[in-house]
Structures are given as structure tokens and as C-alpha cells.
């Protein structure tokens, strides 16, 4: 998918925005994530930690459930920041929540920091020979 400089632009300050939300008293890590819907909508979530180390959430399924809340179907894109200067890409874990509501093929993984964008991949190639939900249509 391509997507315009505007769009680029947008997600990356929505995503650095969303960093400022995140709760990481343990880890000091703050991560930020953007998603584009299928509607042009953009949905922001930071990972939230708690005492319960490693309970806490990342910050994709905290944008992709403002996504859904928010009556989007799809992700189109996603973009996600940590502190830098080391590339942050979606845990496995993510990588698998973000195949659930998203084409592999299609969903544009961006990564970034307050530096700029960073990197950019499909989910496809950062999650290959997934399994999803087409796996269990009978």
C-alpha cells in the first residue's frame, strides 16, 4: 500500500504523541503505535506496564482496540516508535494480533523514533506463513 507523505507524517506524530500516554515505570521503554483503518481514521495506543511484570500490553492491541471501539475492521497501516536509536518492531505476539485484523500482504509496518521513520516492511514479511483467521473458515 502506498501511503502519502501526509499520511506518513500524521501517523508518525500520532505514534510519538501516543508515547507520551505510556505507562513503563519498570522499563523506562515507552512505545507509541499508530494504526491506519480501512476509513483513513488513524487510532493511537502505548504500552501500559504494571507490578505484575510482564502483565502489562504493548502498545499495537492498545491501538487496535481503540480501532475496533472506534468501529474500524481493518488495519492498513501501523506505525511504531520507541525511544531510539535502536530499531523497535512488533513482538511476535503483536505481529499475530496485528495478522488478525489486517491483509499480510497489505498492512504497511512502519517503525520509527523521535528521529523520523526508520524502517518499513509488510506484515507479511515481518510474520511469514502466518496463521489467521482464514485457517479456520470450514
Known amino acids: ?3 502519502s ?3 506518513l507524517d500524521r501517523l508518525l506524530a500520532e505514534s510519538l504523541r501516543a508515547r507520551e500516554f505510556s505507562h ?3 522499563s523506562k521503554y515507552r512505545v507509541g503505535a499508530a494504526i491506519l483503518d480501512e476509513q483513513g481514521r488513524i487510532h493511537i495506543g502505548a504500552n501500559m506496564e504494571n507490578a505484575s511484570y510482564p502483565q502489562g500490553w504493548c502498545a499495537e492491541p492498545s491501538a487496535l482496540t481503540a480501532m475496533l471501539m472506534a468501529g ?3 488495519a492498513k497501516a501501523v506505525l511504531v516508535t520507541g525511544p531510539g536509536p535502536d530499531l523497535i518492531t512488533p513482538c ?3 505481529r499475530q494480533k496485528l495478522r488478525e485484523f489486517s491483509v499480510p ?3 504497511v509496518v512502519i517503525v520509527g523514533d523521535p528521529s523520523g521513520i526508520r524502517g518499513r516492511w ?4 515481518l510474520l511469514p506463513h502466518s496463521f489467521g483467521p482464514s485457517h479456520l473458515k470450514f
Do not use: I, S, W
Not at 122 to 125: F, K, Y
Open 24 to 26: 513503563a515505570p519498570y
Open 5 to 7: 507523505q501526509d499520511v
Open 72 to 74: 474500524g475492521k481493518q
Open 105 to 107: 500482504y497489505d498492512l
Open 122 to 125: 509488510t506484515l507479511a514479511e
Open 1 to 3: 500500500m502506498e501511503l
Open 92 to 94: 511476535g505476539g503483536c
